[in-house]
């Protein structure tokens, strides 16, 4: 049985670049309105790895969200997302996505669940890495994908989330915004608000219109830091909202 694609705002974890511990980060953007999270970390050993994993599933059970893992290793879940690399073919587990940059690696995809589509604009994260496709280029690349399609690369924005739905994208990856900022809980609800009212405005054709009044009070995330791994002291994310999936 395989599970529903990613969509909505999609967050990708980097620990190096988080405001603070980056279970504090994910537990803010969850209380903000993401529910699908992609686990990096690459780096780190996979007894950490699959501690670290542990944690954010525990965060992401409370609201019924769901955490994919960067790499074939699902690392005790039952979802990951694989480079466009490889392996091929795909692993036979229950939600498995593919990061694609052109028409090319779109037309190898076979059993896979979705696609990430990159890099849309320019993105700290990967200085220099493109050139990027823009609304118009992801646009054509949806076109032609055969799966649900997310868009990743230099997402930061309300303006850009509508952008990308305005082209088809079923969702948006995002990493620096969230990872850095200030208030992720804030943050995440500004993107999932835009997606939600890009995706009503698309199903009936009304006028774009981004607006990001009437936000929620936010939810304060200073405290210890903690380490990248650590689950004491977790957050617990909000009920939740409207918007949310």
């Known amino acids: 049985m395989t599970g529903s694609a990613p969509s909505g705002v999609v967050l990708l974890t980097d620990r190096l670049v988080a405001s603070a511990g980056l279970d504090r980060v994910v537990a803010a953007a969850v209380a903000g309105g993401v529910r699908w999270v992609v686990l990096r970390e690459k780096d780190l050993p996979r007894t950490e790895r699959a501690a670290l994993a542990a944690d954010l599933r525990a965060i992401l059970a409370d609201v019924g969200g769901t955490l994919v893992v ?42 896979e669940h979705y696609a990430t589509i990159s890099p849309i604009w320019p993105t700290r994260t990967k200085p220099g890495y493109g050139p990027p496709l823009e609304a118009a280029g992801l646009r054509k690349l949806i076109e032609s994908s055969p799966l649900p399609v997310l868009a990743l690369g230099g997402v930061e ?18 990493l620096g915004a969230l990872m850095r900022a200030e208030d992720p809980t804030e943050t995440a609800h500004q993107l999932t608000s835009a997606f939600a009212k890009a995706v009503t405005r698309e199903s009936c054709n009304c006028p774009a219109q981004v607006s990001t009044s009437g936000l929620r009070p936010t939810v304060p995330t200073q405290g210890s830091s903690l380490t990248a791994r650590s689950g004491h002291g977790r957050p617990q994310p909000q009920s939740a909202t409207k918007e949310e999936r």
């Open 157 to 174: 924005t309300p303006e850009q989330v509508t952008a990308c739905v305005q082209a088809g994208a079923a969702g948006v990856a995002v």
């Open 70 to 111: 960067a790499g074939p290793d699902p690392l005790g879940g039952d979802a990951v997302h694989l480079p466009a690399a490889g392996p091929y073919p795909p692993p036979p587990h229950r939600l498995v996505g593919r990061s694609c940059h052109n028409e090319t690696e779109l037309h190898r995809l076979t059993t």
